[in-house]
T-cell receptor, first 117, second 110 residues
């Protein structure tokens, strides 16, 4: 079965850029799935960041659109998140997930990202 | 503040039935968009419990059932078991946001 695994730095400096990668294992990245990033913090709860199809079509949360880029690399079974101008408000656990018929049916275990100098 | 409103907490004894509600607006649930439900234990990722309002993924017990009417969706859990403890989240699509939205979560204590 498909599994997802996030990888990233853990700590980002204020005004810095977060780069996360989600590796998909156990199967190819299907064409009709939305590869999604979600974050969770005590203050903001679960927050959808954005999603991408294999074709490269993307959707972003309006409040993050100016700072976020999601990309896909199907040859390596990966998709990535880039979030610029990080502040303390971006401290959260970041999850990658697979979108299926609007739901998120497979999730990575999550990676905790702290923004601090 | 979440776009979808859930009760912050609920409790029930083993064997009892509880219902978690998720209230939205005409730009999401009331607009006909599907609702999905997740269960999350501390330190783990959310797990899909109900999708497309009423469907259960393989492996989810039939003690869990979903429904939707108007601007509100509900998750019913019958025959509560200790492992049902945790947080429950609803999720839908919002046409104003043009994206996915989540409820604020309900802490269920068994």
């Amino acid at each position: 079965q498909v599994q997802l695994q996030e990888s990233g730095p853990g700590l980002v400096k204020p005004s810095g850029t977060l780069s996360l990668t989600c590796t998909v294992s156990g199967g190819a990245m299907s064409l009709n799935k939305w590869w999604t990033w979600v974050r969770q913090s005590p203050d903001r709860g679960l927050e959808w960041i954005g999603e991408i199809l294999n074709s490269g079509r993307v959707n972003y949360h309006p409040s993050l659109r100016s700072r976020v880029t999601i990309s896909v690399d199907t040859s390596n079974n990966q998709f990535s998140l880039r979030l610029t101008s990080m502040t303390a408000a971006d401290t959260a656990t970041y999850f990658c997930a697979r979108g299926e018929e609007g739901s998120l049916d497979v999730w990575g275990q999550g990676t905790m990202i702290s923004v601090s100098s | 503040q979440s776009v979808l409103t859930q009760p912050p907490s609920l409790s029930g004894a083993p064997g009892q039935t509880v219902t978690v509600t998720c209230s939205g607006t005409d730009s999401n649930i009331g607009g006909g968009y599907d609702v999905h439900w997740y269960h999350q234990l501390p330190g783990t990722a959310p797990k899909l419990l109900i999708y497309l309002n009423v469907k259960r993924p393989s492996g989810v017990p039939d003690r869990f059932s979903g429904s939707k009417s108007g601007r509100t969706a509900s998750l019913a859990i019958t025959g509560l078991q200790p492992e049902d403890d945790g947080h429950y989240y609803c999720q839908s699509f919002d046409s104003g946001l043009s994206g996915t939205i989540f409820g604020g979560g309900t802490r269920l204590t068994v």
